[in-house]
């Protein structure tokens, strides 16, 4: 039910931006997030912001690189990374219908989009 694009590859040291869309529903309640997953990785979060957008969390290695923002008239949601480097390489899945408690624990999430994939050459 969400729809994630942006994804590309890059530099290192490069920025990109990926988005999400999806349903009003979707993102009217709990945490909308991103996570992402490398090759032999499990999935891990990056970032997640309210539904509201009033509260932002990130994981220590999205911290200082990475913006996550929404547009929620529009049902939308954004990672804008910086600072890019080979480790962020990943597929990036963003969420929605996240737990507020617990936005950084990827099974309390709902909705869930295809991803994207994110590619940081050296």
């Known amino acids: 039910q969400l729809q994630a694009c942006g994804g590309g590859s890059v530099q290192a040291g490069d920025s990109l931006r990926v988005s999400c869309a999806g349903s009003?529903?979707?993102?009217?309640?709990?945490?909308m997030g991103w996570f992402r997953q490398a090759p032999a990785r499990e999935r891990e979060f990056v970032a997640a912001?309210?539904?509201?957008?009033?509260?932002?969390y990130y994981a220590d290695s999205a911290k200082g690189r990475f913006i996550i923002s929404s547009a929620n008239a529009q049902s939308l949601v954004y990672l804008q990374m910086s600072g890019l480097k080979p480790e962020d390489t990943a597929v990036y899945y963003c969420?929605?219908?996240?737990?507020?408690?617990?936005?950084?624990?990827?099974?309390?999430?709902?909705?869930w989009g295809q991803g994207t994939l994110v590619t940081v050459s050296s």
């Open positions: 912001i309210s539904w509201n957008g009033r509260s932002t």
């Open positions: 009003r529903r979707a993102f009217s309640s709990g945490v």
């Open positions: 969420a929605a219908g996240g737990s507020l408690g617990t936005p950084r624990d990827f099974r309390t999430y709902n909705y």
